[in-house]
């Protein structure tokens, strides 16, 4: 099975502030990797796939970049509504995994 | 648009059965596999396995093989998936989510979640 790593596993931030997460795969999963938003009791929201497209209808400050068997997801100027949980996942083999998941909360 | 819903809550005694269900709506529900992610309370997400509606094939997690089983009813658009000799490491929330490409693996709408109690 494909590992999954993400650091940090939870950062403060302030609003407009520019934050990355980091996402490391254990083998080559060239850009088969998708990146999850989940707030508290809802379900994940797909934000980024492909490693690098966005999703239709999330803003233009979420990017992704990397290829391989490293990632990272940005957010250029943090809203309010973007303090969550960030997960990514593998899509490159069976079994689906993925990585611990990262808290944005607020500083 | 696309919309996926799930059964009510469950609270189930050890060693029991449960059967959740996820109805599509928006989309030909036979041309893209359905995931089954699960996460335990304050933990991560867990890929459980996917069925494809239009065969009724099935791949599961190994951890879950034997006791997992996912079936569908094309008539009513709607995945069910089943988790038997339940413990209470499966209090869960339990997503059924919609593959993006019929098989990639990259799920673009998920369910609510439906929460497993497993309690004697």
């Known amino acids: 099975d494909i590992q999954m790593t993400q650091s940090p596993s939870s950062l403060s931030a302030s609003v407009g502030d520019r934050v990355t997460i980091t996402c490391r795969a254990s083998?080559?999963?060239?850009?088969?990797l998708v990146w999850f938003q989940q707030k508290p009791g809802k379900a994940p929201k797909s934000l980024i796939y492909a490693a690098s497209t966005l999703q239709s209808g999330v803003p233009s400050r979420f990017s992704g970049s990397g290829s391989g068997t490293d990632f990272t997801l940005t957010i250029s100027s943090l809203q309010p509504e973007d303090f969550a949980t960030y997960y990514c996942q593998q899509y490159h083999s069976y079994p689906l995994t993925f990585g611990p998941g990262t808290k944005v909360e607020i500083k | 648009q696309v919309q996926l819903v799930q059964s009510g809550t469950e609270v189930k005694k050890p060693g029991a059965s449960v059967k959740v269900s996820c109805e599509a709506s928006g989309y030909t529900f036979t041309d893209y596999y359905m995931h089954w992610v699960r996460q335990a309370p304050g933990q991560g997400l867990e890929w459980m396995g996917w069925?494809?509606?239009?065969?009724?094939?099935?791949n599961f997690a190994h951890r879950f093989s034997g006791r997992l089983t996912m079936t569908r009813d094309t008539s009513i658009s709607t995945a069910y998936m089943e988790l038997s000799t339940l413990t209470s490491d499966d209090t869960a929330v339990y997503y059924c989510?919609?593959?993006?490409?019929?098989?990639?693996?990259?799920?673009?709408?998920w369910g609510q979640g439906t929460l497993l109690t497993v309690s004697s």
């Open positions: 083998q080559d999963i060239t850009n088969f």
């Open positions: 989510a919609r593959d993006q490409d019929f098989w990639s693996g990259c799920s673009d709408h």
């Open positions: 069925i494809n509606p239009k065969s009724g094939a099935t």
